[in-house]
């Protein structure tokens, strides 16, 4: 067996895990894996192995007790015998990357995630890769621990995993969502039928007119254009009845829109119309962005239901099961408030926090969702009955979200729609 004398470094000594040499050495160290190296035990003892190879460089320094130990200090197992010698198991110089946990558990291309790792190599760390189902990607940062990466886009990704050289690590499920059209322009959420078809807009600057300005997206992906000519079209909602109703902040006006997709005009004199959502006795409420709520009848008159600051961008409304409205709308501050509203018109402060908060909807265990920035990064976040708020998908532009009819959550940033498999029943809207 070969030894080869050392002399023990000079610096701090780190006491690694211990357990009795009798207990554990025999079962975890073949004889013929080990290599020993003589050392005083009186002192401090330094090894450092890179790829299961002896280098020059000091990664490791260990105290050394006089008696029969073996030390666990990473994947390096260390026995010390009675003959006051150092035993390596080569058989687990090269240990296997770990992947704890992704956060969120997924995304939309560009956004941000944060990936828990072990066993990664810190010499080699730029060497590290994320890949996303089949695409590969560099991180932004990375760390021995922690990777913090960019969603890649791809079509049915489900899990993640990290390389670094020739290792890999395990693979933990990620869903990534999928571009269904671009060359859009929504300001808000989309909105889904009972048959899953999803309409969204190309909304325009301020007083621009295009061809065409609403559309609709099959469940099988067809983009269909529907002849409704609505400027500055803003928010959808679909009525009890089926209808789609759209708000224009240019005329002050909502429409509503026929199955073939023609559009006559529901109410009128609405100021800044943005936000619409529907209550459980399926009056309508619209946002009027200078700072009121407006309830509208069914004849198209209305009333001012509440007040609120006023916004330079929208409000975005959606009801719950408790009959109150919830509304978010983005601010200069950078810390945003989602607000509830009684049903007698009561404004009350719901959660804050949040930067650039906009599109919201709710799933059918109440929990309420918002596309904003949470704790410096952009995406969406759930927000329990109690206000515990958690990032869900990572996500950069996005301005608004939908459910879909299985479970899916529709997306939309300022030019594209996607869908993402997200397992989540949205909540039912009245007949």
């Not at 322009?185 to 609403?214: E, F, M, R």
């Not at 309508?284 to 709520?293: E, F, N, S, T």
Request: charged letters at 15%.
């Amino acid at each position: 067996m070969l030894r080869t004398a050392i002399t023990p470094p000079v610096g701090r000594g780190i006491p690694a895990q211990r357990k009795p040499l009798s207990d554990q050495v025999s079962q975890c160290c073949a004889p013929q894996a080990l290599r020993t190296v003589s050392a005083s035990v009186a002192g401090q003892v330094a090894h450092s192995l890179w790829r299961g190879h002896r280098t020059p460089h000091l990664q490791e320094t260990l105290f050394l007790p006089e008696s029969s130990w073996y030390y666990l200090q990473g994947s390096l197992l260390l026995s010390v015998s009675h003959e006051d010698s150092i035993g390596i198991d080569t058989a687990t110089m090269t240990q296997a990357i770990t992947l704890h946990a992704v956060t969120p558990q997924a995304g939309v291309s560009g956004g941000h995630v944060a990936l828990s790792c072990a066993g990664l190599e810190p010499q080699a760390l730029a060497t590290c890769r994320i890949v996303f189902g089949a695409s590969s990607t560099r991180p932004m940062l990375a760390t021995p621990t922690l990777l913090l990466g960019v969603v890649a886009e791809g079509i049915d990704i489900s899990h993640v995993h990290v390389v670094q050289g020739e290792r890999q690590s395990n693979t933990v499920p990620f869903a990534v969502a999928t571009r269904l059209a671009d060359n859009l322009h929504p300001v808000a959420s989309p909105a889904v039928d009972a048959q899953g078809n999803i309409y969204t807009t190309i909304s325009g600057t301020k007083d621009q007119h295009v061809p065409v300005s609403l559309y609709r997206i099959s469940p099988e992906g067809e983009v269909v254009p529907l002849p409704a000519n609505i400027a500055n079209p803003t928010s959808l909602a679909f009525g009890p009845d089926g209808t789609l109703y759209i708000s224009s902040r240019h005329e002050g006006t909502v429409y509503r829109v026929h199955q073939q997709g023609t559009a006559v005009s529901f109410a009128t004199q609405l100021g800044i119309a943005t936000g619409l959502a529907f209550d459980d006795q399926g009056r309508l409420y619209v946002g009027d962005r200078r700072g009121a709520i407006l309830q509208v009848a069914e004849d198209g008159t209305f009333r001012v239901f509440a007040r609120l600051v006023p916004t330079m961008t929208g409000y975005h409304l959606a009801f719950a099961d408790d009959g109150c409205l919830y509304v978010s709308f983005p601010t200069l501050s950078g810390s945003d408030q989602i607000y509830r509203i009684t049903p007698a018109g009561e404004v009350q402060p719901f959660v804050g926090g949040l930067g650039r908060a906009q599109g919201i909807a709710f799933d059918a265990a109440q929990n309420l969702y918002v596309v904003a920035h949470y704790e410096g990064e952009g995406g969406v976040v759930c927000i329990t009955p109690a206000g515990v708020m958690t990032c869900v998908v990572a996500g950069v532009n996005l301005v608004g979200l939908a459910f879909g009819t299985h479970g899916d959550l529709i997306l939309t940033d300022n030019s594209t729609v996607y869908k993402l498999a997200f397992g989540v029943q949205g909540r039912l809207l009245s007949p």
